[in-house]
């Protein structure tokens, strides 16, 4: 589709949100958010006709892009038949879904509770984990992010939860393995997963492993920097989990359904845990949707036990319907086994060879279309870029590449010093490339910064 420029609307949806609409994570006078006219596929555009390459799919959630025909039919068809239905009922469009997530998962992760997103599946997954166990206590990692509501925001290791933290939320943060910016003073993956699997647990030893109910973990960390797990780590915590008694909880909020190269990124390393929370792209975003899926010893744990929880939207019939049609289109369309082949043969080699040309660039990681590029001011000290938690003027440097990347087309994921990349899943080979020649431009402005 080509944008036609439309300023006086672009200027009128403008006036309006300025006037009305509150935004999160934002200081309101603030930001600039742009008007936006129309999406498709990978691009979206303002406007004034200016179209960008979203290398944010979103809030890395339109895995399949924007606008799939198919999905947009089977929203229009449900919303023919049932736009809605209270979620005491069996409904087609919730039972096939439950039955087509339950199929992908792994292991035995069979029963399925649907949330609004991610956030309140996490909520309920930690619910869950107290009820079944009759612990207390949550283990979460730094360099996290869980979701915005309460608890999820607790649990969560970046700022973000600063402001909302009181102490009694019972949750007691740890490091996990990262090596480039190593808190164990390791010098290899080995060391580093070996190191970071002593540290949680001399954490559950001494923080009581009678009084820790779950350990939640994202399978690959999103939002915190796309830090690949070692080999070895998430099996490692699966053990520690049994021989303490704890619940292990994956959110794969951000990293289920294909943005990994798999359907789930506990596939990339053969784990299985008591609970497992997904949003996202399990409809693409489309019509808000999450939930959790729950092993078969957690669910007899409700077998006849009330499960004190529950929400007015829970398995939303049009959502599910728009979560049955995309889990097709990713079969039918091989999604996940592109997000695989083109992220290993494209994007990580490109990546990789920008790295080569920009002093700018500490590191690349990532795997499928989910990829981060950590930049720096220095490569021997791999001091940041900006530093940690950065704003206004201490945060120009990531400013000046954000808004050269926008300049060059594409829409860029930036947080604090890094850029993700993090394109739909079902992005074609030439859309890659655009997106990483204009990514090669915007690290010219971000090489200015280097000393």
């Given at each position: ?50 179209r ?18 198919k ?6 068809e ?8 209270a ?8 039972s ?15 029963r ?86 002593e ?6 030893a ?12 994202e ?18 915590v ?38 497992m929370?997904?949003?996202k ?33 829970s ?9 049955v ?34 002093p ?10 989910f ?44 947080n ?6 993090v ?25 200015d910064?280097?000393?």
């Open positions: 589709m080509t944008p036609q420029p439309n300023p006086e609307a672009g200027a009128a949806v403008k006036a309006a949100d300025r006037a009305h609409v509150f935004h999160s994570w934002s200081a309101q006078e603030l930001i600039d958010p742009l008007a936006v006219a129309g999406a498709q596929g990978s691009y979206f555009w303002d406007y004034d006709g200016r960008y390459l979203d290398f944010t799919s979103g809030l890395v959630y339109t895995n399949i892009g924007y606008q799939h025909p999905v947009v039919a089977a929203i229009q449900q919303a023919a038949r049932m736009t809605t239905f979620p005491a009922f069996a409904v087609e469009a919730r096939e879904a439950a039955r087509l997530i339950a199929g992908r998962t792994p292991g035995d992760l069979d399925i509770f649907f949330t609004n997103g991610g956030a309140d599946a996490v909520e309920h997954a930690l619910r869950m984990a107290r009820l079944h166990t009759g612990r207390p206590k949550v283990l979460s990692a730094y360099r996290s992010y869980h979701g915005g509501t309460q608890q999820a925001v607790n649990v969560t290791g970046d700022p973000r939860r600063w402001a909302s933290d009181s102490g009694t939320a019972g949750v007691v943060h740890f490091w996990a393995p990262f090596l480039y910016r190593s808190r164990f003073y390791a010098e290899t993956e080995e060391q580093e997963c070996a190191r970071a699997l540290h949680l647990e001399t954490t559950i001494f923080e009581g492993p009678s009084t820790i109910a779950a350990i939640i973990l399978t690959v960390p999103g939002t915190a920097g796309i830090m690949m797990p070692p080999a070895g780590y998430l099996a490692g699966r053990e520690l989990c049994d021989k303490y008694g704890i619940v292990f909880v994956l959110d794969e909020v951000m990293a289920g359904f294909g943005r990994t190269g798999k359907w789930f990124a506990a596939d990339l390393y053969d784990v299985v845990p008591d609970l929370t997904f949003a792209g399990v409809n693409s975003g489309y019509v808000p949707l999450g939930g959790v899926a729950i092993s078969g010893a957690i669910a007899d744990t409700f077998g006849k036990r009330p499960y004190p929880g529950g929400l007015t939207y398995g939303h019939p049009l959502a599910c319907a728009a979560a049609a995309t889990i097709h289109v990713m079969e039918e369309e091989g999604v996940v086994e592109n997000a695989a082949s083109l992220g290993a043969s494209v994007v990580g080699p490109g990546l990789r060879e920008l790295a080569e040309r920009h700018s660039v500490g590191e690349v990681r990532g795997t499928g279309m990829w981060a590029l950590e930049l720096v001011r220095n490569r021997e000290t791999r001091e940041p870029l900006v530093p940690y938690n950065a704003a206004g003027e201490a945060n120009a440097p990531m400013a000046a590449f954000a808004a050269a990347a926008k300049e060059a087309g594409i829409w860029p994921f930036v604090m010093n890094r850029t993700h990349v394109p739909p899943c079902n992005a074609g080979e030439a859309e890659l490339k655009e997106g990483l020649a204009a990514l090669d431009a915007a690290l010219s402005v971000a090489d910064y280097v000393e």
